[in-house]
Every structure is written in C-alpha cells, then in structure tokens.
C-alpha cells in the first residue's frame, strides 16, 4: 500500500520488475443449463471475459466495480477454485494450470482468500484454536504441538485479539473481530499473496478503518501481496496502489491510485466517481454528475463493440458499436504512460473534442443515449479532465 513516505512505482509492472502474479487472458465462461437433467448448454454467462493484469511483489491491487461485474469470480480463478475457460495464471512463476493434486496443494498454501462475510466462512462449530489449526494441519505446520501453540498465539497477538480468545467460538466476537479470525486464519499457513473479497464491506463504518489499517500494517510485517476486491471506491483508493476497474467481465481502466483519483477517464470511471457524495455542501451543489442511463446488461448477452456502449453519454456510432477496444495506454498530456484505458475515444473525451449526450434523467432505454436535443436531459458529464477532476470526491 503507498504510504505518504513511501510510493510504490504507479504503472504497470515492467521488464525485470519482481511480479508474483501474472494473469494474461483470463475468461470464466459459466454454461447456462437447461433440459430436464440440465444436459443442455444453451448459453454462457461471461463473468470474466479477458483480463490481463500483474501484480508486484508487496504490492496491493485494487478491483473495483458494480455488483456482478465479474470480480469475485476472477479472484477465485486466480486461486484455481474457479477453473479458467482460457487465459493463464503465473503465480511466483509458476503456471498455476498445469499444477494438480499435492502440487496445487502446496502452491494454494501461498495464496490465500480473506471473504466478505466471516460469519458464513468460519464454521459455527469450531472453536478459533480449531479454526486456526485446521490449514496449518493440512499444511503439516502443526506437527510440533508447542511450536503450533506459540504460532497460534503470535497470529492472535498480530491481528490484535487477546490470546484468551482460542478458546472461543465465532459466535462470540463482533463482526470486526471475526474478520481479523478470517485475516488470522489465512496468514497462519504463511502466504505470499492474499486475495480480499470485500473485506470490509460486511462490517460497520466505525470497524471498516480498523480492519483495513490491521490488512496494511500486515502487509509490512508479513511482506504480503494484496489483490483486494471492492465495490467501495474509498476503501480500494485508501488501500490500493494501482486500481483497476472492471465493467461487465473486464478491464476498462488501469492506474495508479493517485493517478486514477485525480483524472478518470474511462467514462464509466467518471459515472462511477461522481456518484459518490461529497461531504461539503457547496461542492456536492455545485458538482457534476454523470448519470448512467439503463442497467448493467446481463453478463449473459454481452453488448457487441464497446461492452459499456449501451450506457456511455459519449457513444460514438458505430466503431463504439462494433469493435471492442484494447486496454491502452492513453495519450494525454498530463496524464503518466502508465494509465491505461479500453476506450476509442478517450483523449477526444478528455480533450473535449467528442461532448457529452444530453440525455433525459428519464431515459431509460439505453439506444436513446444520443445526441437527439429533443431530448431536454438534466445531466452532461463533464467535457474535459479539468472538470472531472471536481467531481473527484474521494
Ligand atoms: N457459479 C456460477 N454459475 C453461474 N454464474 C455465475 C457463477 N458465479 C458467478 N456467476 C455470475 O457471474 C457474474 C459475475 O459474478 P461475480 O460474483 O464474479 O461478480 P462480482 O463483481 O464479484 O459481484 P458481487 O460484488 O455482487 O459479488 C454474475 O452475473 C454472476 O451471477
């Protein structure tokens, strides 16, 4: 995580930068089944629909994104709970498809997931002791049971839970606390990289600070990678060094933390920061905001072209339509080399050369975001960086 005293290179990984994880084309196609013993494939939802993304060593990755646009699913294919349609993973240089059995195994031990709700991933039935010692047994780091008792009570001591609470059971803590057992449990097998679900979206606000600042000072105790997943855009900034932002199965935008906050350019990565609300009065008045008109269509029925075309106030005919664009780097003054976004027509956006649609706040069929001015709309995203970034909030 960049700290104010310590800033981490914001781009991607280059040439003879120390990568733990590669993912390069990475789909998850899940088969729609229908018949009377669902024999029938008649379709696929496209969770992920290739992502290339690497993560460095010490690193913490943020993904952020609505509901169901893919995110949980691609952290599950990372760790192989979720077997990719296509694409690779290297983790630590190693091809995490070609392993099976005792050497997935092995390998799975330096990976572990931290999951949004505690609660329904520890097992009511045991006790913290029971819970903790579970994947060091599998792993066969409990062999010595005094050297097992010690490390139980060094990972209490490291996710600040008094040593007292081995003896309990889940039920028992508050939803902050169980999170730091989840955080505890996966750091007693000794990973190189852990994958964060949402791992503060389950708890309250007061206890979501605690939990991320204890997954930061982890981090620099343990020498942890962070692959976290979130739909909060404030936790990922706070915690994240590079951010990516993923829209209905892939990547539209990548960055560093700062870089992204300060000048989104994917229009949905403008949408989605001016939606959230900003503390002072005067500036939530005077902000714009970029309204989305429909909804995220289904994973199931991708749009063609451009999967955020149905939505974009800057939709252009037909290349938005028809061709899908790469994740690139962009060519903007002002902004690094090192941001990359998938849109045809983001430095027209940003030079203002391409405007905004007006659209009507009512419009909800998505081929009605066009420049029709009988359209009387409320809302124009802003037409240039320079007002984008007053809509930052974060
Ligand atoms: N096992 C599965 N079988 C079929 N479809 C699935 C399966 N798992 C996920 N999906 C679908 O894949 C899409 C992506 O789901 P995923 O949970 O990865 O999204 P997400 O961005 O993590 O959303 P959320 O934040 O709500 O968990 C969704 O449409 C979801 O319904």
């Known amino acids: 995580m960049a700290t104010e005293t310590e800033s981490r290179p914001a781009g991607s990984p280059a040439d003879g930068d120390d990568v733990l994880l590669r993912v390069e084309g990475v789909k998850v196609h899940f088969p729609i089944k229908r018949g009377v013993i669902f024999d029938k494939t008649v379709g696929y939802v496209y969770a992920v629909d290739g992502v290339d993304l690497a993560i460095r060593r010490g690193e913490t990755y943020g993904l952020v994104g609505e509901s169901g646009c893919g995110k949980s699913t691609l952290g599950r294919a990372i760790l192989k709970l979720e077997p990719p349609t296509a694409g690779s993973v290297h983790f630590d240089g190693v091809d995490v498809a070609s392993l099976q059995g005792e050497e997935l195994r092995r390998k799975r031990r330096e990976m572990q997931m931290v999951f949004q709700d505690p609660l329904s991933s520890l097992d009511p039935r045991q006790s913290v002791e029971s819970l903790l010692l579970e994947g060091m047994k599998a792993h066969g780091l409990a062999k010595d049971q005094a050297a097992a008792t010690r490390r139980l009570r060094e990972l209490l001591t490291a996710v600040g839970l008094p040593a007292k609470s081995l003896s309990k059971y ?42 991320i600042n204890l997954l930061e000072e982890l981090q620099d105790n343990f020498g942890l990678t962070y692959l976290v997943v979130a739909h909060d855009l404030a936790v990922v900034k706070h915690i994240s060094d590079r951010v990516g932002v993923m829209y209905l199965g892939a990547l539209v935008e990548e960055a560093g933390a700062d870089d992204l906050y300060a000048a989104p350019l994917h229009p949905y990565t403008r949408a989605l920061m001016s939606a959230v609300p900003v503390p002072d009065p005067v500036i939530e008045d005077r902000r714009e905001r970029i309204l989305l008109t429909g909804d995220l269509p289904s994973p199931a029925n991708p749009p063609s072209g451009c999967r955020f075309h149905t939505r974009c106030p800057w939709r252009q005919p037909t290349r938005c339509d028809t061709d899908r664009p790469e994740l690139r780097t962009v060519q903007i003054e002002g902004i690094p080399a090192t941001h990359r976004v998938a849109c045809h027509y983001v430095e027209d956006i940003a030079s203002g050369a391409i405007a905004a649609h007006r659209v009507s706040a009512k419009a909800v069929d998505p081929t009605l975001v066009q420049s029709d001015p009988s359209l009387d709309g409320s809302l124009i995203g802003p037409s240039s960086i320079g007002e984008a970034t007053s809509a930052d909030p974060l």
Request: net charge negative; proline share 7%.
């Open 170 to 211: 889940p039920h028992e803590f508050s939803g902050g606390q169980r999170q730091r057992i989840g955080i505890a449990r996966a750091l007693s097998v000794d990973p190189k990289l852990i994958v964060a679900d949402e791992p503060v979206s389950a708890l309250d606000v007061s206890v979501q600070a605690q939990v």
